[in-house]
């Protein structure tokens, strides 16, 4: 077990060194000239000059690279030339937005999508399973931004019981927080439940046909404790993969609800960096976002090692 | 393997209905939409639904339904390229990995391991950020996002079919690796391929559609669905109309299209029927 776990943390570590040199390759190396990207089309020749000194663009590409990534990895991303604050201060500003949003959806997306694929797996070729694919298969169509949108429309263009956006902070306590989140929450975890459904409708339904399910009902063993007990948790191993792969799309997915509901997270700081040519600031966020993505698919790829022991023999 | 379900036909064909509206409204929309997409005017801006205007207008005043049928042309010609994209690189990627093996291997799968933590959007922000935002961001983002899946599948590929007998026959009679790979064993990992290509179809329509609604996408005056649910936002208390067809017509293309990929699943791959 112990060689598994040092064989995935070092593939972890080549896979972050990786991550990090696309970032770096796409915003230094790419555009050929990063001082110009900044200035844009007015910036004098002299004043270019200056501003490549000052980020040392001067020096050969390999140092250049190991240089950011030594200082990245002691938490130091640059200044933000728009705010003209550490990027790495502005990223954990923003946290407290972007993180609760993405954990009040994946909560919500596991707390229907669990309960709604068992139901539709019991339901096997019967009307209430059908119900579920086409409800799940509804969900799958319905971009996140646009139900925002609509949820925008009903519940504050209509109604008029939720502003439409904003965020109040953690400052008032926990629900003001909580209750500008909702709606975006709804939109972002609620449609990506439907992928959910589908994967344990199908696990299963796969487990359900199993020899130990069969003797468990041929003992007697009340259906709901088949379910609950034999079925279920031998269900989520794969489960837990599609979920935790499913964690990564939600936060980038949260970059684009936080535009739909005017909120102050690292999505709007990044599309905000972009309009003000603050490459800076997009390398750390894109920097961040993906290595907490890695980080997720590594801690699900674990957690199916211990889950099933088998994949750790492989 | 069991019993034929009942639905399966009736989605399909559901599937295929829909795909083909999708095909053929993007097709008229070349030679005939009601009003010209890009016509303005000041006096109708934001009206709903009407005779003259069957989903209403946009706030300059232009015919959102001719609008939408020209978007059918932006979403499928980006989800092509984009599945192209991605299909294309995951494939030589997977080749590389499961052909070559060894180092070689290795390293191609650290770096489908790293693209992963890429999705369409974070590409997006990135490209746009040194590049002008536009279409092409879009497709070449979206793209990347796929190259992970079509890479694993090829190298999974490669990897069961390289040892069999009919490639250690070819390489008796003395074909050489080039001829081995595109002759005998890619023609052989296609079925799983094409299924991996019709579902990431509908799931590049939805990340064109997010792009342009986060403005690094397709660019106005282009009509695109997700551009413009971004300009339908600024008007929802005026008219709410327009929010609501273009995603509408999103959520029916995207449906459409994965029920034809369910089906099309089943058509070519037994097992799971």
């Given amino acids: 077990m112990r060689r598994y776990v040092l064989r995935r943390v070092a593939t972890l570590v080549a896979t972050l060194l990786l991550v990090s040199v696309l970032v770096f390759v796409v915003i230094r190396v790419l555009p050929g000239d990063p001082a110009l990207v900044i200035m844009g089309t007015e910036g004098s020749p002299e004043a270019a000059a200056r501003l490549r000194e000052a980020m040392g663009l001067n020096r050969p590409i390999v140092v250049q690279y190991a240089d950011w990534l030594w200082h990245a990895l002691r938490g130091d991303l640059g200044v933000s030339i728009q705010y003209d604050v550490p990027v790495g201060r502005l990223v954990l500003s923003r946290l407290p937005l972007t993180l609760p949003l993405t954990l009040m959806a994946a909560g919500l997306m596991v707390l229907t999508a669990l309960p709604l694929g068992l139901y539709a797996a019991t339901r096997h070729r019967r009307v209430g399973d059908y119900a579920a694919m086409v409800v799940s298969q509804v969900g799958i169509a319905v971009p996140s931004f646009w139900a925002g949108l609509l949820l925008i429309l009903l519940f504050s263009v209509r109604l008029g019981w939720v502003r439409s956006g904003g965020f109040e902070g953690w400052s008032g306590g926990l629900w003001p927080g909580v209750r500008s989140l909702l709606l975006p929450a709804v939109a972002l975890g609620l449609f990506q439940a439907a992928v959910l459904v589908r994967a344990t409708r199908s696990s299963v339904l796969d487990v359900l046909r199993e020899d130990y399910v069969r003797t468990a009902r041929a003992k007697g063993v009340r259906e709901t404790l088949v379910l609950g007990k034999h079925a279920l948790r031998n269900a989520l191993i794969p489960v837990v993969t599609v979920a935790g792969i499913q964690l990564g799309q939600l936060m980038a997915g949260s970059i684009v609800l936080e535009s739909v509901f005017a909120l102050p997270g690292l999505g709007r700081l990044a599309l905000g960096a972009i309009t003000a040519r603050d490459l800076p600031v997009v390398q750390g966020v894109t920097l961040f976002v993906a290595s907490c993505i890695v980080l997720i698919n590594f801690a699900v790829d674990l957690a199916y090692g211990f889950l099933d022991p088998r994949i750790r023999h492989e | ?273």
Avoid at chain 2, 10 to 39: E, H, M, N, Q, R
Avoid at chain 2, 191 to 207: E, N, R
Avoid at chain 2, 245 to 255: D, K, M, S
């Fill in chain 2, 1 to 273: 393997m069991s019993r034929r379900q009942p639905l399966r036909h009736v989605t399909f064909a559901l599937g295929v209905a829909i795909t083909a509206l999708l095909v053929l409204t993007a097709a008229l929309s070349f030679v005939y939409t009601p009003k010209d997409p890009l016509a303005m005017s000041i006096s109708g801006r934001l009206q709903g639904p009407s005779g003259d205007h069957p989903f209403g207008t946009d706030q300059y005043g232009r015919d959102v339904l001719s609008r939408v049928m020209r978007g059918a042309v932006t979403s499928i010609a980006v989800g092509v390229v984009a599945v192209g994209i991605g299909a294309g690189l995951g494939v030589l990627l997977g080749i590389l990995s499961g052909y070559v093996g060894g180092w070689l291997d290795e390293g191609c799968m650290r770096l489908i391991d790293a693209l992963q933590g890429f999705p369409a959007i974070l590409s997006a922000l990135l490209f746009a950020a040194v590049f002008a935002p536009g279409v092409v961001i879009s497709m070449v983002a979206i793209g990347i996002a796929f190259v992970p899946a079509f890479a694993r599948l090829t190298r999974a590929g490669f990897l069961e079919l390289a040892p069999r007998e009919f490639v250690v026959a070819a390489r008796a009679l003395g074909a050489r690796d080039l001829r081995l790979i595109t002759g005998h064993i890619l023609p052989n990992t296609l079925p799983p391929l094409i299924i991996q290509a019709t579902t990431s179809f509908p799931v590049a329509i939805l990340a064109e559609a997010a792009l342009a609604y986060l403005g690094l996408g397709t660019q106005p005056p282009h009509p695109s669905w997700g551009l413009m649910l971004k300009e339908a936002q600024n008007f929802l208390s005026l008219n709410p109309w327009f929010a609501v067809f273009p995603g509408g017509a999103i959520a029916l293309t995207v449906l459409g299209l994965n029920l034809l990929g369910d089906g099309l699943r089943d058509l070519l791959d037994p097992k799971t029927a």
